[in-house]
Each structure stands twice: as C-alpha cells, then as structure tokens.
C-alpha cells in the first residue's frame, strides 16, 4: 500500500518572511563621545600615514627611474646573468660529451680486444 507521507510542520519554504523577521531593526548601543573622537583621530592618522608611505615610495622608484637603476636594468641583469648560466650550461655539456665518446671509445677498444682474444684462443684449440 501506497499512502502519502504527511508534510513536515511549518510553513511551506515558498512563503515569504514574515513582516517581523523581515524589518528587524538591529539598534547599536551609541559609543562614548570621547571614544569616537579617539577613534576618527586614530583612521586619519593611519590613512595620512599611508598616503605618506606611498608617496615616499612613488620618489624612490621614479629616482631609480631617473638614475637608471629601474625596471630596465634589473632586466638587463637578469639577461646577462641567464645568459651566462647558459654558456656555463653548453660547455658542461660539452665536456660531458667528450667525456662520453672517450668513455665509448675505451669501451669499444676492449670490446674488440676481447673478441679478437676470444676468436685467436678459438683458433688455437
């Protein structure tokens, strides 16, 4: 048997929200007057300090500009510098290379130094 099961309790979730729910006025205790004075002088002091702080920086970087030793210049450092790692690169790479064809070329000398043993002491027997 099949039976419908009973609607939970409350008001379907379609509804809007009450008029009570949905005007709740949430009212703030009012601070001391001193303590909002404390704290407006405490907000401009830190955004002046910053404005100061960015400021400060700006000069420093448009004096680094001017002198050269901006943006353009940690390139070019950065350029030079990946380019000697590169050439440092292709010439450990080079000497491994010939390190490994005189490795190979030792190798292939004992190779063929065992096979002529190996044929002179077959002919011999």
Do not use: C
């Amino acid at each position: 048997m099949m039976r419908r099961k009973a609607p939970p309790p409350g008001k379907p979730p379609i509804l809007p929200p009450s008029k009570q729910t949905r005007y709740q006025v949430v009212h703030v205790p009012w601070m001391k007057p001193e303590d909002v004075k404390e704290l407006l002088w405490r907000r401009h002091a830190y955004n002046h300090a910053v404005v100061s702080i960015r400021e400060q920086f700006k000069r420093e970087l448009q004096a680094k500009v001017d002198s050269g030793e901006g943006i353009a210049l940690l390139k070019k450092q950065e350029l030079e510098e990946f380019n000697l790692i590169l050439q440092a690169n292709s010439e450990e790479n080079e000497k491994l290379a010939r390190q490994r064809k005189e490795r190979e070329r030792h190798e292939s000398e004992i190779t063929q130094q065992n096979l002529l043993d190996e044929l002179e002491s077959h002919l011999k027997s």
